[in-house]
């Protein structure tokens, strides 16, 4: 029989070995959450506990000490994180005494989330049979099925001069079965791109399959335009039937799931149609080319943040010193700065206010990544944009993406 006292206890005990695969493995939590007798069952239990916690993050509008906030920034910091507790203590702006006692609010509070996603007994001292209540036999949705793709490593990258003749020979049964030419057109030196490979084959072969399908008998192209800091994939047909963005429930499904794909792969897909062609860019960032300065007196915010843009576009030069950020802007000329207010010897302010009155450096884009619930007051003193620790590796990512759509209008 399990109490959830003990349900507790393990749940506890996994999270402070979160990074632990061996402990993960033997955690009585893998039975219980389904995810034992699997050949990646610690990664499994990993992505189940750390989706748990993101689960419990607030919507934007709640306000930075709400409790609810309180509760997801805590187990974000000490679990996902692994700080300490003192480093959560300090980020949170509150004693260890006060943090261990929330610490255990907080994992009441995510055991509780866990607890019902087993169907159990919600009785606090009650107890419960070893097996979980029985469930219908359901199919795994969408987003489980892509789970993998988002939790897939940082490094993850494609080579197009690999990946598109691999495409194009999957691609070549359905062209020949409709009777259309399929024609690729790419640099000669196509670029590596940061998107997982099979999430890219697979985001062209939905996108081709609608494609030839609208084509009926005429070639489709596909063509590479590498930019500044992103690479355009092109599919272009002409068509003799409805339109690409037609009724179709099974064109309609291809292009949904290429879209979800270039989500997830911190990209995006643009369908056009016209009356004689249908067109559909897929846009992808390339890898690391684009210099970013992180400006942050905290080594490990520092180090997370290096892991958050490990394999991507982006190049961070990281600094633990304010007094450097006007000379290192103009040493490395970033096209993104990212910059903590919270500072112990120089105020964030101050810095923001030497780069905006700098010459060389004052049109670069600021982003002020702070605990502080000042986002008006960033904006309002020269910051590009705002974001609130602690800050997940989607969200920086996604705010660092935001400003290069920005510097590149032309190619909307």
């Not at 005990?13 to 939590?29: E, I, K, Q």
């Not at 049964?173 to 940061?194: E, F, Y």
């Not at 991507?312 to 993104?336: D, F, K, M, N, S």
Request: proline residues 7%; hydrophobic residues 40%.
């Amino acid at each position: 029989m399990l109490t959830i006292e003990q349900f507790l206890e393990h749940l506890r005990d996994a999270l402070n070995h979160l990074y632990d695969p061996d402990h993960l493995r033997r955690s009585p939590l893998a039975a219980l959450l389904g995810a034992a007798e699997r050949f990646d069952t610690p990664y499994v239990l990993q992505r189940i506990l750390t989706e748990a916690i993101a689960n419990l993050e607030p919507a934007p509008g709640v306000r930075p000490l709400s409790p609810a906030r309180q509760t997801y920034e805590l187990l974000f910091y000490r679990y996902v994180q692994q700080f300490s507790q003192r480093e959560v203590a300090d980020q949170l702006g509150m004693s260890v005494r006060h943090l261990r006692r929330k610490q255990h609010g907080a994992l009441e509070i995510l055991a509780y989330h866990l607890w019902e996603q087993l169907r159990l007994p919600t009785e606090v001292h009650g107890s419960v049979g070893e097996q979980p209540a029985e469930k219908p036999e359901v199919g795994p949705s969408v987003a489980e099925e892509l789970a993998w793709l988002r939790d897939s490593p940082a490094e993850s990258s494609a080579e197009l001069a690999r990946v598109l003749p691999a495409v194009r020979e999957l691609a070549r049964p359905l062209s020949d079965q409709h009777n259309c030419g399929l024609k690729m057109n790419m640099p000669d030196h196509p670029p590596t791109v940061a998107v997982h490979p099979v999430a890219l084959r697979q985001a062209l072969l939905s996108l081709l399959s609608v494609a030839i399908r609208r084509a009926q008998g005429r070639e489709v192209v596909l063509s590479v335009r590498p930019s500044r800091w992103e690479t355009e994939i092109k599919v272009h047909a002409p068509t003799v039937s409805e339109c690409l963005t037609g009724p179709s429930d099974h064109n309609a499904d291809s292009l949904s799931m290429a879209r979800q794909l270039a989500e997830l792969c911190r990209g995006r897909l643009i369908v056009s149609s016209e009356e004689r062609s249908v067109d559909a860019c897929l846009i992808i960032p390339t890898v690391e080319r684009l210099p970013v300065l992180v400006i942050d007196d905290n080594a490990d915010t520092l180090q997370l943040l290096q892991r958050y843009a490990s394999g991507t576009r982006y190049h961070l030069i990281t600094t633990r010193e304010p007094e450097q950020a006007v000379e290192l802007a103009e040493e490395y000329g970033p096209q993104i700065i990212v910059l903590d207010v919270m500072m112990p010897d120089v105020d964030g302010w101050e810095v923001l206010a030497r780069l905006r009155q700098h010459p060389l450096v004052d049109r670069i884009p600021i982003i002020v990544c702070t605990i502080l619930a000042q986002e008006d007051l960033a904006l309002s003193l020269g910051a590009t944009a705002f974001i609130h620790k602690p800050v997940s590796r989607r969200g920086f990512l996604a705010a660092l993406d935001h400003q290069v759509s920005l510097m590149e209008p032309e190619s909307r």
